[in-house]
């Protein structure tokens, strides 16, 4: 797990208002010190060319006025970035396993209500994610994902090797661990949660300097890379692999922000120790997702791209879902437990510790 101080990303609002509505992307200014502005983003030039994250101008089921704002109800206030140092525990995690549902040019977080408007877009976990999707029609619904209470939306950008769409095979791992030292602090996602991890626009050195990078594209002996290696071993069990790590620290008010960005927050470092703490705009610890993906591709890598552009222009979408009772016992047992759990909530090398779901992976 890779573990580094969080440069937040924050909005300076009235100018983002201005370069939103004039259509030049989303502006943003670091608000700590040590601060990272947030990559810059450029309008999509043609259908299905990209997309910006910039201020919504629409209203959608979610956000009825359209000013890109979802409050949180209830909000989480007067809570403080734990410092505490529990018992030391070198898993704190837990794995759901999703295969991909569909591919589309629809995102229902940054272009909420309109379809096609998007680059092509990989989708995982619920099968009826589309432009539309609202935290109601989302709650409940089926899903590829092992445990049927997790009806949450991941999404990435589609992969292709020349006009060829090239689809992860099977259930693709999404991690949810602890990205603070305070594992036991770690809470359930509040329902409707949505963010965007990375940026369509952002530049090769930004893409290796994200606080979520971990090991960039890799395949055979090939790691770090920010763009497509050009070639890759060709021998059956060589894949393209990539993982990349979201953001765990929340501000507690909003479900989305105009941005999609600026209600989350990595973990920062705590001034003369190793301990990663949220930072006080951003106090409450979530699960931090992590993406690790697997494409059926290898040989030679010339022609492979994403619908949003070279290697290292490489994000995911994630709208919360889960029931509510099996996310907190998953939370609880594996992540606050300080356990590495499979989708069943199951660590094999504490056996002792019993399970969180029954054989069909639901909450007994």
């Known amino acids: 797990m890779r573990s580094s101080p969080a440069r937040l990303p924050a909005l300076l609002l009235g100018t983002t208002l201005i370069a939103g509505l004039l259509g030049l992307g989303t502006i943003a200014t670091a608000a700590d010190p040590g601060g990272e502005a947030a990559a810059p983003t450029a309008p999509a030039a043609a259908h299905h060319s990209g997309h910006t994250t910039a201020l919504s101008a629409r209203a959608s089921g979610d956000d009825p ?21 529990p018992p030391p525990r070198y898993f704190h ?136 290696p050009a070639s890759c071993p060709s021998r059956p069990d060589v894949q393209l692999n990539l993982r990349m790590q979201a953001p765990s620290c929340w501000n507690g008010l909003h479900l989305d922000t105009p941005d999609h960005r600026s209600h989350m927050a990595y973990p920062v470092v705590k001034p003369g120790t190793n301990d990663n703490v949220c930072p006080a705009s951003h106090p409450v610890a ?33 709208f919360n879902a889960w029931e509510e009772r099996t996310l907190k016992a998953m939370v609880d047992h594996c992540i606050v437990g300080g356990l590495q759990c499979d989708p069943r909530g199951y660590d094999e090398t504490h056996p002792q510790r019993g399970a969180v779901l029954d054989a069909q992976y639901r909450l007994p």
């Not at 006025?65 to 140092?85: E, F, K, L, N």
């Not at 589309?130 to 590829?144: I, K, Q, V």
């Not at 931090?288 to 030679?300: L, T, Y």
């Open 93 to 228: 995690e837990f794995q759901a396993h999703c295969a991909v549902t569909h591919t589309a040019p629809d995102d229902p977080i940054v272009y909420p209500g309109q379809p096609g408007r998007s680059h092509d877009h990989t989708f995982m976990g619920n099968t009826s994610t589309g432009a539309d999707s609202t935290t109601a029609s989302l709650h409940g619904g089926t899903t590829t994902c092992k445990a049927p209470a997790d009806a949450s939306a991941y999404w990435m950008p589609s992969l292709y090797n020349g006009d060829r769409k090239i689809l992860p095979v099977g259930p693709q791992v999404i991690y949810y661990k602890a990205g603070v030292t305070d594992y036991t602090s770690v809470r359930p996602f509040p329902k409707g949660l949505r963010f965007v991890v990375g940026d369509p626009a952002q530049t090769a050195q930004q893409f290796r300097s994200h606080k979520g990078f971990v090991e960039g594209w890799e395949c055979g002996d090939s790691f770090f890379n920010v763009d497509f």
């Open 65 to 85: 006025d359209g000013d890109g704002y979802i409050p949180a109800v209830p909000q989480v206030t007067g809570v403080t970035p734990s410092h505490a140092t």
């Open 286 to 318: 979530l699960p931090m997702i992590e993406f690790k993906m697997a494409f059926p591709v290898n040989g030679d890598m010339s022609q492979v791209r994403l619908a949003s552009g070279r290697g290292y222009s490489f994000h995911y979408d994630f």
